[in-house]
């Protein structure tokens, strides 16, 4: 515990920092390239925009929370659970959020230029995928981020991780559920077959 806590508090606020580096930095490129944003926030005040804010509101806490308490002693305003603060919890924490982060952009790679983030309506061209990945799971990427969300619990186990998680985990579910509506107007039939194929989750 001596040597694992204070490695896994330092590696989650490095950690998050790079996400929203490398988020950033994806969303940009592919902007300066494109022509376009790759990010999508849809019509103020409809479930897709709260979606969107609420998740940015909760990553930017996260971030927050882990880059100051590296230096900061905060812990104990956070409610850490001290059952599960033991080194081996913490470490299968960041293993998941470490695995979490790969197969995150294993998938995004895959998608290469249908990669988007939210639903974009106006892109008629992009193709359906059905094969890789998606072949397995409908919502590969969203599953992954539920993976990384888990494993941020467990690396720092607390009322705090636990309430990103279950809100986490809630939004996703009903972000999912709104890109299946927009995929099946886009696609029709072909993606309706699909569904019956491929599950949603596992």
Not at 92 to 113: E, P, R, W
Request: aromatic share 14%; proline share 4%; net charge positive.
């Amino acid at each position: 515990m001596d040597i694992v806590e204070p490695v896994v508090r330092v590696f989650l606020g490095i950690f998050f920092l790079m996400i929203g580096l490398q988020f950033t930095a994806r969303a940009l490129g592919l902007y300066a390239r494109l022509g376009f944003s790759h990010i999508h926030y849809g019509a103020r005040g409809q479930a897709t925009w709260w979606h969107r804010h609420i998740f940015n509101l909760f990553r930017a806490a996260i971030l927050l929370v882990c880059v100051v308490r590296i230096g900061v002693d905060i812990d104990p305003w956070l409610g850490q659970f001290p059952a599960l603060y033991q080194w081996p919890v913490l470490a299968v924490g960041a293993l998941l959020l470490l695995l979490s982060f790969t197969l995150v952009n294993y998938v995004q790679a895959y998608m290469h230029a249908n990669w988007r983030s939210g639903i974009d309506r106006q892109e008629r061209e992009g193709e359906l995928l059905t094969s890789g990945p998606f072949g397995r799971s409908r919502n590969p990427a969203f599953l992954a981020v539920m993976m990384g969300q888990l494993g941020f619990f467990l690396a720092l186990p607390s009322v705090f991780s636990l309430v990103c998680l279950l809100v986490g985990v809630g939004v996703i579910v009903r972000q999912a559920r709104e890109e299946e509506k927009a995929l099946t107007e886009r696609f029709g039939e072909p993606y309706q077959q699909y569904c019956q194929r491929v599950p949603r989750w596992l």
